[in-house]
């Protein structure tokens, strides 16, 4: 089971995709208000999209986007039923991947 | 007194070893991520955009169109969009100017993807978005202010 959701939905000639991803995105800048202490740094670095098997959109990130991260682009050439991957991985090295298939 | 200062001391040294082994933890694991430390750690938009696009001198083009609230209630959630129509775009960074670390996302496009994207981010204080946008060798940008009510960074 992934966290990550994915829309992606076909008009004319244009694929838009659209994901929501399950992460705290922790900057490490923040402090714990009970404890004072700083919250270590825990965010997601790296994004990859792809449209079967072509890499269509590499994001990097900082700790500055926001928590439980949004993400959406857009893409020629795709057909309904094509599969879309979008996977992330965090500064501490873990790693999640989902697909999904364009709508037509 | 002379025994606080050696705690003190100790307390320092320590510190300053556990900086140490988390340098040497984190610099394999970056150099294999391919993760732009200097550029994304950059205290100022100069080093960041140095860092990440080779050059820190952006052209200003209103062909770059970028949608952020006016006003943000919540800075810790402030929706952005930025599209283009400049041909031949290969990457699009988003820089929220007064945090800390100003550079907040790089989006890289290959294949046929269309200069467009659309994310979250988290805003310190009333500033301004800045998208800079790379065509070939040459970089654009544009600004859009953004008044933050409630900063996001925490505190």
Known sequence: MSDIKIRASLSGDETTVKCLMSHPMETGMRKDSKTGELVPAHFIEEVVCKHKDEVVLTANWSGGVSKNPYLSFKFKGGVAGDPITVTWTDNKGETQSASDQIKG | ?155
């Open chain 2, 1 to 155: 007194m002379i025994d606080a200062t050696r705690r003190t001391l100790l307390k320092g040294s320590l510190a300053a070893g556990s900086v140490g082994v988390a340098a040497g933890l984190l610099a394999p694991r970056l150099a294999l991520a391919d993760w732009n430390a200097a550029a994304f750690q950059a205290k100022d938009i100069p080093t960041a955009l140095t860092g990440l696009m080779g050059s820190d001198a952006p052209e200003t083009s209103d062909r770059i169109k970028i949608k952020a609230p006016d006003i943000a209630e919540n800075g810790a959630v402030v929706p952005v969009t930025v599209e283009t129509d400049l041909e031949g775009v290969t990457s699009i960074a988003i820089i929220a100017s007064k945090n800390q670390t100003p550079l907040i996302a790089s989006f890289d496009f290959s294949g046929s993807a269309i200069p467009f994207v659309s994310t979250r981010i988290k805003m310190a204080e009333t500033a301004d978005v800045v998208a800079v946008v790379k065509v070939g060798d040459k970089l654009y940008q544009n600004a859009k202010s953004v008044k933050v009510t409630i900063g996001g960074c925490g505190g």
